[in-house]
């Protein structure tokens, strides 16, 4: 059983030799392909975290009515918690708004009644969710038509199209690089079944079982994507580090969260040794059927 292992393992490594130019092409494409596949989906997940941890980035200020009830005010904030896309209604009296703008200003507001209105303080789930839920505020009665509503809504565009334009083109462009490295990979799998016809035949006739001849082949293929994924788990902590190093350059006040080595290792190896299996798997059937 072990002289069985040996001879597939060593078959599969001398494939991997041979076909060197091959090899070097299936892995550095896995690899590349990857990387952005990868890179987007981490990128994007950190863009949205940043996002998301910013205070009150995204909040929207919602004024009412002047001279509004506190009874009105209670049902007015259980109304919009029921909204869709609400995440939290904060009531905001308009007594501590004007004594936190006292004592930001106290040159300004000498002498000043109170000119603010009772408001709430509303943070939405989502980007999508600013404008359907600032609409639906718009209607309610006893909100004031100005400034009624108030929140970042060209910023929350800006920022949501952003990350739809990296979902949809990188992945795209990943895509089609995971494509190209699957055909290298059939390409060096099924040069290798064609330089080898003869020597595959005569193990056949005397006897090597199908394991015995398709296995290697397996393996090379496997191996292939494994490293590609390896690489690429490499290259893109690599890129963090070189990004951070960017924004500590351009003292930005952003700091990245840990890059997820052995995660991105396990995760990204595996995925390239599955692809890399199937199009070796490919390679060693497709033959077979055309004949």
């Known amino acids: 059983m072990l002289d069985r292992l040996s001879f597939v393992i060593g078959e599969a490594m001398t494939a991997l030799r041979r076909n060197g130019f091959m090899t070097f092409a299936a892995i550095s494409t896995v690899a590349v392909s990857l990387f952005l596949l990868g890179g987007l989906g981490y990128g994007y997940l950190r863009v949205v975290e940043y996002a998301n941890s910013i205070p009150g980035k995204f909040d929207m200020r919602v004024y009412l009515r002047q001279g509004v009830d506190p009874n009105t005010i209670s049902q007015t904030a259980a109304t919009i918690r029921g909204f869709p896309g609400v995440a939290s209604v904060a009531w905001i009296p308009k007594e501590k708004a004007w004594a936190k703008e006292k004592k930001d200003d106290p040159a300004n507001t000498v002498g000043i009644e109170n000119p603010y209105p009772d408001g709430f303080k509303i943070t939405i789930k989502t980007l999508k969710d600013g404008d359907p839920v600032a609409e639906k505020i718009r209607r309610l009665a006893v909100i004031d038509p100005e400034p009624g509503v108030i929140y970042l809504k060209d910023e929350q565009h800006l920022i949501d199209e952003g990350l739809q334009v990296m979902r949809w083109l990188g992945t795209f462009i990943a895509s089609l690089l995971f ?12 040069l290798t079944i064609t330089y080898r016809r003869r020597e595959i035949r005569i193990m056949q006739l005397v006897g090597a079982s199908r394991f015995m001849v398709q296995v290697p082949f397996l393996i090379e293929g496997t191996v292939q994507g494994i490293l590609g994924g390896i690489i690429s788990a490499i290259m893109l902590g690599g890129a963090q580090q070189v990004f951070q190093k960017f924004l500590m350059d351009l003292d930005a006040r952003v700091h990245l969260s840990a890059f997820p080595g052995a995660e991105a290792l396990v995760i990204l190896g595996g ?16 033959p077979n059927r055309a004949q």
């Open 271 to 286: 995925v390239g040794g599955i692809y890399g299996l199937f199009c070796s798997w490919l390679a060693i059937t497709l």
């Open 179 to 190: 494509v190209t490295a699957g055909v290298l990979i059939f390409n060096a799998i099924k």
